[in-house]
């Protein structure tokens, strides 16, 4: 038997901004291997599946790529319908690659079911458009951290080159990405949001500064941050006096 492997987007972290296609995979998955931050309501649709955590968290025991590699390629033997269910968007920041090259070398049939990212989920929490027509023409989405024995790369000179940035795995290392900014020629009062558990209902929305970002502390949620002069209306609301988890919409 050679069943096919669904590499399914879970979203930012509500079950309710799952896609149509991504509940009836769920439904009807005989086994699913999912990562650290899906929600239990998102892995309670999939009742009649076999559930497998796989995930990956910075700082505690993670499973190495290669051995989900072999699950999945193990599964799709005696199972039709497996699911790798990853947090985001798959092909963001997820590794999904990897899993999609070790499958077609195996030949295996895989899919990728797109997700909503965590930035979207982000700037919607803010009620700020990414692209504001006048003032944002692009955005880039980078992340800092490097994985064992990956080259460094230059994250911090696609941020200075866009409009708008969205900075994923990067709340850890704050203070370096705040003054690495600021040491090329970012300006200290550049906006910034800091969005913590998008989508869900403990989610804040925190308005700062780059120089603010710098001593910023008490985030233990998984967080992203948003960088660019479209957020500067939240920036001066929380200047004002208002507290910046104001600017977030349930």
Not at 93 to 99: D, L
Not at 156 to 175: H, K, N, P, R, W
């Amino acid at each position: 038997m050679s069943g096919r492997v669904y590499l399914v987007g879970a979203g930012p972290g509500a079950p309710d901004l799952l896609t149509l296609r991504a509940v009836r995979l769920l439904e009807s998955a005989d086994i699913v291997f999912h990562d650290a931050l899906v929600h239990p309501g998102t892995l309670a649709l999939a009742a009649r599946a076999e559930k497998i955590a796989v995930g990956k968290r910075c700082g505690r025991h993670t499973t190495a790529q290669r051995f989900i590699n072999r699950r999945l390629i193990d599964a799709a033997g005696v199972h039709a319908t497996v699911v790798r269910l990853k947090g985001g968007d798959p092909l963001l920041f997820g590794r999904a690659q990897e899993e999609i090259d070790a499958l077609e070398a195996a030949g295996i049939d895989c899919v990728v079911v797109p997700g909503i990212t965590a930035a979207l989920a982000a700037s919607a929490a803010v009620r700020t458009s990414m692209t504001r027509r006048g003032l944002s023409r692009n955005v880039t989405f980078v992340t800092p951290r490097t994985g064992a024995g990956e080259e460094g790369h230059d994250w911090a000179q696609a941020v200075l080159a866009a409009d708008t940035s969205a900075i994923y795995m990067g709340v850890g290392e704050a203070v370096a990405i705040a003054a690495t900014l600021v040491a090329r020629g970012a300006s200290r009062r550049l906006p910034v949001m800091i969005v913590e558990n998008a989508s869900l209902p403990e989610q804040r929305c925190l308005a700062m500064t780059l120089a603010e970002l710098g001593s910023m502390r008490g985030i233990s949620g998984p967080a992203i941050i948003l960088i660019g002069e479209v957020y500067a209306q939240g920036q001066a609301a929380s200047a004002a006096g208002g507290l910046p988890e104001r600017a977030c919409a349930a």
